[in-house]
Structure formats: structure tokens, C-alpha cells
């Protein structure tokens, strides 16, 4: 079998057929980093879209950690004292349950726009992607354009090799560096810390978490880049299943490309010919070095950068533009496109983010100003009295989830006729950011408690403000009759 | 990372398998080998500097140099929690049972603290959390979370109780009073009207249970007008009470003895602190009586 042969056939493989899958394998070039992939920058559509995406995202990941609120900073995760400030929300530990419904809303999202338009967040946001780009960038201001890198990394090492390379890594550094510590300073006051980093006086876990994200950027944007796309990162594994035959991805459009051919001007032309010059501009600006015309494959990111490439070719040669564009599998093959209820999987991924954020919406409206928890002892159950009365006793946990101290008084519903409450008769005080306990005895007399379990319903509210309250409903425990 | 060769460039070990399967001699790789030469080497230290070699002395060893032993680490790990608890400890040394009741985040230390002190030393009778423990003849050793208390329940009786241990006593009556007569007592008692029969004045029994009957803190004698009885409250119990007493020198008397905790047994912070944390079992009677708040 000739490799012609092979390329012809490859895209329009059935799916699952055992010896058209190993067919496929025999052309599979495997990027194991053996060689630096300098990619050549080109401006376009996706390239421009690609900049500002990477940019709107990440900017404030560098600039959010200064704006103050309040004099104090607005987004806040404080780790060391167990809150999370958002402006004029206070998160405490107690309703981090919202977190795992922001990470599920993230998730899905992720699913959505994969399934709908493959691997976006890969192209266009992903920070291993966007710092490799600035990275690369930074190597192109100082080194060169791509043949000139990969010139002087033949080169001896002269001067110029050692301004060059030294030069851009202390760039790269620099810039390592700023991510660690714009990381850092989402977990402390951002001026804080700054002022502790000069005076070199950060506590051990500041200088290792500002170490891990240093050398984390340094090594996986600088060194190891699409590596890590390929290699290391789990999403690129996971979201390939996510697409399908109508997903649009940017794909090479076999149909009217091939059979690909060098143009020689004035030629006779002797055989039918596709619009493929085989220029290769769609896999020099690459940055992950693949092939788009060998179809889809794990080590496209979908960044759009070969279309800006093949488009401003097809511009030169007088062909419409479009020969690698964002296509679903089915378009090529000539199939209608599915209308969105046709996509069932995107509209389930679409129901869960409903589902998750209507959760986070009812979190943050019902944080409340406290919290209660009672707990019944559980030896003894009940105290028979002298006087022939049964008692209770109660631990009462309480978390003032508001910015001042207060007091609370103790009342209750239900329970038994003529009871009594014992042990708030002095409004206890509940102190703000942490858990305040205290016990408290309901008495009753013998001759009403007539169940062995009658629930109980506590309110205990701020003395100031009615409006703060908790309610819990526990359980009264007699003598079985 | 890996160091890649390709298949025919290394020689094989020469041995073949089923026609065509070769053993190819490659090197394993070089951070694996660094890895095995790096835990090798952490072996070697480790053995150094940790308790290692047996030797053949009787059950003696080699300490290692660097001193660890077990119980040191369990000092260290004490004194994290001895540094917690000190600054309560060291601020209720100097104060009295009723001081520390009235300071709130000294109770909260005491009650959250307490229990593995009132397991030690007074769950054996009292039962866990004070619920009293039974034997055939009735309360072997008094609930502590009731509101009857036969010494006193405010918080310094609490804590005299402790330190001084108490000792019940009542004389067996068998001798003195007829069966009819032990009888009619013990149908008025347990019908908690002990005054409605004349015996109870005329044979002396108001002199510990006083005139109402509800008994006398000073002596310890029981109130016998209320719910709540030291030992079994059926009539032939009663009887068996007053018929043998308490303590009274007798096999068959009813027993009711708590020891002294004060010196060797337990410290003076010790005792203070378990009598704030039986006081806040919810029977403890404050020193002014505090009208509870209503519903």
C-alpha cells in the first residue's frame, strides 16, 4: 500500500472497523517533544479571536487581586481564616457545598461547548495554551522568527547564542514569576503580601506555593508546551469524547483539497487537481505540529490558527476561502445539519447548568445570618426531677455568620404543655466568624409528657433584630408509658 | 525522560522463545535507576537514624543516632494539646468552683473537657454522664443529673462532696420497730406522704428526715416526700431499708459510700473542674435561685 493510497483513504473511514482503525494507525505521527515545534505566527481571523480570548480571561487573573471594596480587597479566598470574601458576600466553610455546584457549572459548561464546538476552551482560554502563546511570543520577539530559532539552535554557542537565550529566559522568568505571585495574592491581601515578598519575609508555605507556580509556568509554558496537551492534561483525553459527527471543529475539506498538488505555473494540467497546493502553511503555524488534513486527531486544540494560514493562501491563489474551516463531520459527507433538538447531549448539559446555577442562586440568596444546629443528649435521654418533672438537655451549636457579636434569646414550639426553657435566661452572646455553644434544658411536667418522643421546634433569634433567626426541630424524650 | 532505543539497535540476550520472542538487554531507564539508587540510599539513613539493629543482649537494640523514640513523640504530640489547654488550666488554678461556673468560656472548657476526667474517676459508680449505675438493690450510686441531691446541690456542696468524699447512714430498725409497724411506715413513704402516719414522729424518724420528711442536707438523709429515691422504691424495698439501714454495720445493710478524691487520688484543679462539670450535668442548683424563663 503507497502513502498516496493512505491519505485518500484515511478520512473517509467507517467508523469501527477494525483494520480501518489500524489503517489510520500506520500514518499516526507520534509527538514524543523530540523537537521544539516553532510555529509560525500569522495574523487572521482566530488569531486575533485567539488574543482577545486569552487576554479578556486572564488579564483580571493578574489585576482582580487589587481592586479593594470596603478597604478591604474584593475577591478574597482567605484561607487562613476559613472565609471567602466577594465584595459584600462573606462565604464561610459552611456553604462551600455552592463550590462543588460552581465547579459542576464549569464542568458542564466545558461539555456544552465541546460537544457543540469541539475543544474551545483549548484553543481560545486554557491557561497552558495561552501562556505557551506568550511564551512563544516572547521567543519570537527576542529570537527571531521560526527559522531563525531554529537556526540558532544548531548554532555554536557564541555570544549572540548566549544574549539570545539568556535574555528570553529571564523574560520567561519574569513572567513566571508575576503568575505565581498574582496566584498568591488571590489567598492574602494582595498589598500584603507584596510587601512581605520585598522585605523577603513571606511565611514557608508562601515561598512554596510561589515557588511550585513559578517553576509550574516556567516548565510546562516554556519547556514542555504542547507536550502537555498531548501527554499530561486529562481534558484533552475526556473532551474528544464529547464530540461527535455534528460537533464543528476546524476541519480540512477532503472533498475539494484533494488529490493535493503542487501549482506549476504555466503546466499543462494532465490530472484532475484539488484546491491543496500542499503549501504546508497549515502545519507550520500549528502550534501543537499537527496535520489538519489527517482529520481530526488528539493533538489539535482547535485554535482556528491553520484556517487564518490556509485562508490567506487561497486569498493568493485565487480560490475561495474556506478550504479548512469550522465543519462538522456530517457537512463534509453532505448530511443536513441536526437542528439543536436533535443534539440531546448538549440539551442535558444544558439542563444540569440550569439546575446547578438555579443551586447557586438559592445558595447565595439563602446564606442567612446564622446557623443552628441542636443536638438531643444522648445519655442520659431524660432526667426524672424531684418534683416529678422530666427534663432535657440540649447542646445548642450556633454560627453568626454576620460582622458583629450579638445576643440571642431561646424559644420553643411544640414539645410539652407547661414546659420550660433553662440556660438562655442570660441572651447568651454569639460571636461572629466562629461557632458559639451552649446548653440549654427544657423541664416538663411528668404528667403531660405522655409520648416517649415528642418533636420539638427551637427559634433562636438576635435580641436587636427578629429578623436574624435559626430554627432547628429536635425531639423530646420521656418515659415510655 | 526515557531513554529510546530502537528495536534493532540493542542486542538481545540471545535466548528464544516460541520461534521469534527475543529479550532485548536494555538499560531501565535512567530516573528509574536513580530513583532505586536514591531509596537505597534513604534506607541506609533511615536504619542510621532510627531505633534498628537487634541485638543479642536481652531485648536491647541499636537507638539509632537520631534519639526518636516513641514516647517522645507522644510528649511532642502532648504538649500540642497541653499548649491548647493551658492558658485555661493555668486561669482556673487560682479560682473557686462558683468563679469558674460564672465564667462562660471556662464552663464551655470544662464541660467539652471533663468527660475523660469523670470516666476515670467517677463513671464507675455514677455511670457515663452521670446517669447512676443499678445493682439488685436499687441505685447503686446517685443519678448526678437529677435535681435531688441528698448533700446539697450547689456548686460548693458539689465540691465538698468530692473532696471529702460522703458516707450515708441510717440504723437498722428491725429490732426496734414491729413488722406492722416497719409496714404502715413503708406504705407511707412510698405513697410519698411519710407524715401521715404518727410512727414516723413517734418512732424518731423525723430526727434525719426532719419534720416534713424531706430530709436533712446536713446529715444527708434522704427526702422522702419527692420522685426521686436513693435505693428501690417499692414497698418491699422500703421495708428492706428501714429494716437494715444504711451503713449500718450489718452484711445485709444497704451500702452508700463515695471516698474522699482530695490528695492522692485527685488535684485540687481536677476536683474543682468535675464538680463544675457535674454541676452543668443539669441538676446543680444555683446559689440565688434564678427564676427560669417561662415559655
Redesign the interface.
Known sequence: MNQEVKKEEVPQQEAGEVTTIYREFETWTVN?GDKTIHAKRMSGFFRTFKDRAQLALWLPFFLFPYVRWNGKQAILFDIDHRQFHFFNLTVLPQDIWMLSLILLVAAMTLFAVTSVASRVWCGYFCFQTAWTDWFTWIEEKIEGNPTARRKLETAPWDADKIKKKGLKHMAWAALALLTGISFSIWFVDAFDYWNSLIHLQLPLVGWVTLFAFFAGTYILAGLLREQTCIWLCPYARIQAVMSDAQTIMPTYDYTRGEPRGKIRRGAEVVAPQGDCIDCFQCVQVCPTGVDIRNGQQLGCITCGLCIDACDSIMDKIGKPQGLIRYASLDELDGKPAKKMYQHPRTLVYIGIITLALGGIVWGLTHLGSMTLKIMH?R??LY??????SI?N?YDFKLLNKTDKDFQVKV??EGGIKD????G??HE?VIHHGRGT???I?V?AP?KFANKDVTPIQFRVESVNDPMVFAEYTSQFYAPKK | MSD?HNAGDVPTTGHVWDDDLGDYINQPPKWWMLGLTASAIWVVVYWIFYPSIPLSNGGSFFPGVGGWTAIKEMEADKSVVDEVRGKYEAKLKDMTPAAILAD?DLT?YV?RSGKVLFGDNCAACHG??G?GTKDKQGLFAP?L????WLFGGKIDDIHTTIVGGRQGMMMAHKDMLSPEEVDTLANAVAAGTPTATPLFTDKGCVACHGADGKGMQAMGSA?LT???WRFDSSVEGIKYTINNGVNAGTPETRVAVMPAFQGAKLSDAEIKKLAVYVY????GQADAQ?A????
Open positions: 514524543m443528649e445519655q442520659p432526667v426524672s426531677m424531684s418534683d416529678g427534663q438537655k424559644t420553643a414546659q420550660i426553657i433553662i438562655a435566661e447568651p455553644s451552649f446548653t434544658f423541664k411528668g | 529510546k462562660g464551655e464541660t457515663q454522664n446517669v443519678i443529673n437529677d435535681d435531688d427526702n419527692d420522685s426521686v452543668k450535668f443539669g441538676g434564678v427560669p424563663a417561662a415559655q
